[in-house]
């Protein structure tokens, strides 16, 4: 398990690289936010890293997800992972946002949970704000609608009540350069961007090709070893 001067200098590597990578795009690094991904890593190394000075972490399980927020306060938390509808309320109001979402009938389990009043808070709870997310690489192993049925779907989950629908999100298809999935994905969102001006993420990106999801216009990139070292089996 790192420890905290571990966990601190490795963020500031992170960042060092995230810079770096905005600034040979001409962007700026605030135009980038890190999640760090701390699935399989326990509440205490989250604790750790927020400690450290970081407040973006996400997870890609529910269970997990609940377990740990249960047990570390002040973290904005992000959901990664493939969503079943049925623990679509492990998830909905707990986290700022959803970047799976990937067919209509869980963007619309996710809006009736939202009006709902999120995690059984029974208050009124804002807009879940999400992402959709595309399979920008045709990769069968990968999660994400058809590139084809992207627009669609942005259409239909924009008309939800509960939901805000901000943007895409990808995982490109392993062992493969990446840059032209990235350089799609952008593509897509700056036409649907024109039509929809609330459509503005691009969350792409993990350790081993971060530096080229921002220089292909990631506003947010998600990273999990590169801040908390090799993750548990
Ligand atoms: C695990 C995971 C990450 C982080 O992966 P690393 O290689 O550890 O950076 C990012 N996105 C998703 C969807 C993940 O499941």
């Not at 970047?99 to 009043?117: M, N, P």
């Not at 350069?177 to 969350?203: I, K, N, T």
Request: hydrophobic residues 45%.
């Amino acid at each position: 398990m790192p420890v905290l001067s571990e966990l601190t200098s490795r963020l500031a590597a992170v960042d060092r690289r995230v810079t770096a990578a905005a600034e040979r795009a001409g962007r700026t690094r605030s135009a980038v936010t890190v999640v760090a991904v701390s699935k399989r890593f326990g509440a205490d190394v989250v604790r750790s890293a927020l400690r450290a000075g970081h407040t973006d972490f996400g997870e890609s399980r529910a269970q997990e997800l609940r377990r740990k927020a249960a047990s570390v306060g002040g973290v904005r938390w992000h959901f990664v992972g493939r969503l079943q509808r049925n623990k679509v309320s492990d998830v909905v109001g707990l986290v700022s946002l959803v970047h799976s979402v990937d067919r209509l009938e869980l963007a619309e389990a996710i809006a009736a949970q939202a009006r709902a009043g999120g995690t059984g808070t029974g208050t009124a709870t804002p807009d879940q704000r999400v992402l959709v997310q595309v399979n920008a690489g045709d990769d069968p192993r990968k999660g994400g609608c058809r590139v084809g049925d992207a627009a669609a779907l942005v259409a239909g989950v924009r008309e939800l009540d509960g939901l805000a629908c901000e943007g895409l999100m990808t995982v490109p298809p392993m062992g493969e350069d990446p840059r032209p999935v990235f350089a799609r994905l952008r593509g897509l969102r700056d036409d649907l961007r024109a039509r929809f001006p609330e459509v503005v993420q691009l969350s792409m990106g993990m350790t081993d090709d971060f530096e080229v999801a921002i220089e292909e216009g990631a506003t947010i990139v998600r990273v999990g070893e590169a801040i908390f070292g090799p993750r548990p089996a």
